[in-house]
């Protein structure tokens, strides 16, 4: 705040006038010139004769979060009774929320609430100059959102766009484009303006300068002012060209009147432009906002809406506020603060964003309804919960800030006194969730939003025994106020969700353990005794080895191979002994540690890359190795470079790139025999590793600054083959200069016997990937005779038999196929969704997908093709290829779930009226090809057998003409000679 910072700034200069003020002292012969600096106080010790987890278990006491009054809030709870039966409503709130906030038990907090209930809405008060101007750069804001979604045809239009979304944000006080901006569109439009061709201009410029001058003037007077300001440009090139004596005018008159005709040129905004900003500046929709006040938000919405929100809704949705504010154990000057509230008319999004003090609710789809408007639905609790959270809950994996504002979102539902739509939305996504996500076996860090993430915490609260009539969230509620105020900070992603374990446990037991490593949390099997040392114990001894110096470092290390290997502080200690060795110069220490540590010291390395495609995009080393050939990336040609790592194991590179790029390292690994291991990485962005052609992990990078690799605690779990394994890394970053490192050990962290590495071609021992070898042809039909009408199939050919809208096969092995029809959107016009369910098909190696589509005229297929999804309205479900074209390319996407693994295009696929579409998976190896070109072949995805194929056509998409699905298995391959 500014009270704290001035306080602090006081405190800053005190004290340096304090110094000042000190005499100053005077060195005496033979002392140094220098004072030496100031001895670093030491940590405080651990307590060393402590017994360890391992020996006898102590579990995690808990507790760090604000402790509850629960006597000063029955307190209030008798002052809120006394006040409504005084008829003090405004009392009544204020001591019922007082109880809510500071009682333990929920049965109090309940009693609050019904006295709140009974009181009924009170008067809010008025809004303050701040709040005010808070709702106008709302409103500014939502304006330049909308300005934004415009589409001005000419480029001058877009440069007038620009101008208005300028004026509009320094009307409203809020941030906005800049003039720098404007100015290098500016330039930019008359530099290609001048440039462009233009036969009047070619005439006038072969006729001499004085035609030039006419021509221009001519052109101007016309109108024709993009002919007239190519005609002046050249004009005024050709006078500085020309020798003095022979100029019919001075170059800076002529470069005047250039400029002028630039600007007059910029400022000629064709009619439709102008009118299509007036009717966006004049949208009714602004006139219509009106703005009201609650006890805990600030409601921006039309007027119209206003109307039909109940008091009673705005009152239930106040406590809500107040019981998501003590489910998080929100500040006192958080809680003072009004959460605006935007019903956006312009806004065609079907849900709402939430965080900080705003949430914004798209309701273009239904500011026309007349029925009564509920605020206090699980939309706006849901949202309301990434307020109450926003800085305070980090990433676990993408889905858990969406699984937090779930909790909240049900628990407010639940503690408003609306338990059973509580108990259906509980019921519902742990289905969800450990349909897709459990027993879909995804990987933790691969968790979906909503839904899939809400069930590793709904499934605890739910097997809990009810309080008065509701869910009992105080465990919960515990569990999340000691994860926000944990007293030891994480150092990277996997301890925060160990630290998130640990939280739980003191509340729900031991069981958690078992129960998260159930959801693919990256929990060790000894991890109940490991967490309790690596997070209490440990942590303090490092701090005091580390100011001790190595002697006491390699004492720790003794003690964690001794009692507790599997520690991750182990890890660290060698890590800190190496940057020891290197600094005492001890080679001896090093050695061992680089063995212990197993680090990559040597590799070949490519790069850079700039990503066209993001971390996406399939560059040529994903695709084929030679250690002897060059690659081309967009502006050059690189080659393997064979290289050293520093004394710390980094590998370092400078791009020269000002946006993201990526660096690959490869190297050979042996092994005496077929073994699990474990990959350590560290990398300031996002990573991605593969053995021997086949994925092991692969981070967008929108997540890789979550992940926080820069800890070493970034590890993940592999399978090495006797003899030499490839190791191909790929990192990535947004910056000029990028630092990676790789380590390899068994899955205890213990180094590997037997572990040798190379960078020499070892490319004829690696293993290939496994062939396809057809098994069964399990489906083929012929739609030659069908249309695709709006929402259905009609089958011409083949024996089938309708039911409930499906179309089920009869045909022999097929027997077991369900073919149904959903259309995506109800208003919009429909796209077909095909899906076809096997319960055999996970049994098999993989299987194979050909596809005859028709279009009725020339043009490149735009379609979704689903491989293990679920069968649903989720097109994008399972490994999913989405095909989109863009003029003559084809552009293709390759993802599975929420996850964008690969992206490529190519134009080598022509318009045609027919198209050949063959999609192959086998095992978690994923191809593709049209009309006989290879898109992609054999790009290894994370496996999930889910015996289902979707396919979906855009609106304008083809229609299928024949399908054929053919089972396959896996055909060893011979070694490459």
Known sequence: TVKASAEINDRGKAARDETEALPVPVR?????????????????????DR??????????????????????????????????????????WEHAEEAILNAAEYATKFAARDLIYKAGPITPEPLTDSEKARVRRCIGGERIRYYRELEPASEQGKIALERLILKTAREYGIGGTSERKITEMEEEFLKDTATAKDPAADEAEAKGLKAM????????AAGKLATAYRILYRYVAALMAAPAGKRPESVPSADKRLKALGRKLIAAVPAADRKLMRDAVNHPAWKRITVFPTRHFIFIVPEPVKKRIKRDSIMRLDVAFTFEADFFSVSTSKYNVRITVFLKELWGFRGGTGGGSQINIGYKWAVENHNPAAVDSMLYTHEMGHCMTVGRMLFMFPGFIEGVA?????????????????KRSIESQIKLGTRYYINGNLAYWMVQNYAPSFTVMAGLVAREPLVAGAFDWAKMRGALRDFMNFPIKPRSLFQYAWAWVKSLEPYFGDKVYDYYRLCRFPLAEDSREVLQDDLDFYNAELAMASFEGPEALLGLLDDLEKHNPRSYYRQLVMLKLLEEADATGDEDLREEMIRKLGLVREAMVLGPYSEKWGYMGVLEPEKRIDLRGEYRTYRSVVRWKRE?????????????????WSGYVLCYVKVPEDMPARLWVRSRRGFAAWVNGRVVHKVPRFIGKAWDTLSDFAFFDITLRKGWNRLLGRFSFNFNEGLMRMRLTDRDGDAIEGLEFSVEDHEADIPPLPRAKDVVKVFSDDFEKSTLSRNRWRIGSGKFTVKKGALLSENGRARKFRWTVVPAERKDPDPAIVWTKCRNLWKHDGYRVELKVRHPRKALPEMYITLDGEGDENICSGASIHLSVSRSTLSWLLCHYDFKFYAGSTKEVKAATEHVITVQRLGDLYSLSIDGVTLFENLSLPEVKQGQVGLAWMKDGPQLDEVTITTLKAAKGKRRK
């Not at 001058?213 to 101007?220: D, F, H, I, P, S």
């Open 406 to 422: 779930n909790l909240a979102m049900v628990m407010a539902e639940d503690c408003i006194g609306r338990h059973a739509s509580a």
């Open 213 to 220: 001058k006419a021509a221009a003037e001519k052109a101007e």
């Open 51 to 92: 017994k360890l987890n391992v020996e006898e278990y102590r579990p995690p006491k808990g507790g760090y979060g604000p402790s509850d009054d629960e006597q000063y809030a029955r307190r209030e709870l008798e002052a809120a009774r006394k006040a409504l039966a005084e008829g003090d409503k405004a009392a009544v």
């Open 28 to 48: 005496e012969k033979g002392e140094p010139a220098m004072l030496p600096p100031a001895v670093k106080a030491p940590p405080e010790p651990a307590k060393r």
């Open 644 to 660: 050293r790592a520093d004394a710390a194991g980094f590998f370092a590179r400078k791009s020269g790139y000002r946006g993201h």
